[in-house]
């Protein structure tokens, strides 16, 4: 049976791609951020998980306001990213896990969820940015399944409907029959908006609870309403949505490894955190 390692987030800015290809990892504004990776690789290279499953939104290249999926899972054999607008370079294609992507669709079905099914789509920097980032380079990066979820355009899934996606995700990674092991990734967030009246909001407080609350009380997240969230994280902070169904698919003990926040990077509070899956020991019966 396949098991969940452990969980990642990061923060997906697109500027973190141009940093890198530029090579200012080591530069004074960047530094404190890609920082926060060491720890993550040093994790990933002793747990060598054989896939992922990324929990991330589309903004706007794959899916637009036409036509807007609440959740939506790939089940391509290969998933091309392109440039919805930033400018950043355009990443190689990454692997998909088909027959896992297919087993965690008919999971979710069968629990009453019901994603959109996509055997073709393009990835945007919210997915190209983390593999990078915690891959490093295609020796290293792992197939892939990638989840995505409604933070763009209202009515949003609530943070309490991503959190129990996020455990369906989890008992369908756990119900697998191949031996391999997965890591789940969340990327976005945290607290930054980009348009409007409060273009440049940052909300450190709630960026703490957010933090806090992947190993506490997650009550504290997925009590909060989609209007008052974008209230606390701002329009783009609701991207925390995606760390909230991460963090649902860790079913055991979840021990908090690494965390890194720094801010700003670009327009936003910058959050990484590394979680352990610790399989909870058995009771007699
Ligand atoms: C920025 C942050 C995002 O999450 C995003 O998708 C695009 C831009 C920013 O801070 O620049
Ligand atoms: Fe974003």
């Known amino acids: 049976m396949a098991c969940i390692v452990g969980g990642l987030a990061t923060s997906h800015v697109p500027a973190i791609g141009g940093a890198m290809a530029k090579g200012l990892q080591k530069d004074p504004y960047w530094a404190p951020f ?5 720890a993550t690789h040093r994790w990933l290279d002793s747990v060598k998980p054989d896939a992922a499953v990324v929990i991330y939104n589309d903004h706007g290249l794959n899916f637009f306001l036409d036509k807007m999926p609440t ?16 400018g950043i370079p355009v990443l190689a294609p990454f692997k998909g896990d088909t027959r896992l ?10 629990a009453e969820f019901d994603p959109v099914s996509c055997q073709e789509m393009l990835v945007d ?40 996606l996020g455990q369906a995700i989890g008992r369908a990674i756990e119900s697998y029959p191949e031996d391999i092991k997965v890591v789940v990734i969340g990327t976005g967030g945290l607290s930054h908006q980009l348009e409007g009246e409060r273009a440049g909001f940052i909300n450190k407080d709630f960026d703490k609870v957010c933090m806090d609350a992947m190993t506490g009380d997650i009550s504290q997240l997925t009590r909060i309403n989609p209007h008052d969230l974008v209230e606390l994280a701002g329009s783009q902070g609701v991207e925390v949505m995606n760390w909230v169904a991460m963090r649902g698919a860790l079913t055991g003990e979840v021990v908090e490894l690494h965390r890194n926040y ?13 979680l352990e899956n610790r399989p909870r020991l058995a009771h007699a019966a």
């Open 34 to 38: 890609f920082d926060g990776f060491p």
């Open 262 to 274: 720094h801010l700003p990077i670009s327009n936003t509070a910058s959050g990484i955190m590394l």
């Open 125 to 164: 920097h919210a997915f190209s940015i983390p593999m990078e980032l915690f891959f490093r380079d295609r020796a290293h990066v792992i197939p892939a399944v990638p989840v995505v979820v409604n933070t763009v355009q209202h009515p949003l899934p609530s943070l309490a409907r991503c959190f129990k």
């Open 71 to 86: 959740f939506a899972v790939g089940a391509a054999p290969e998933y091309r990213n392109s440039d919805e607008g930033w």
């Open 101 to 110: 992507s297919w087993h965690i669709i008919e999971t979710l079905v069968g």
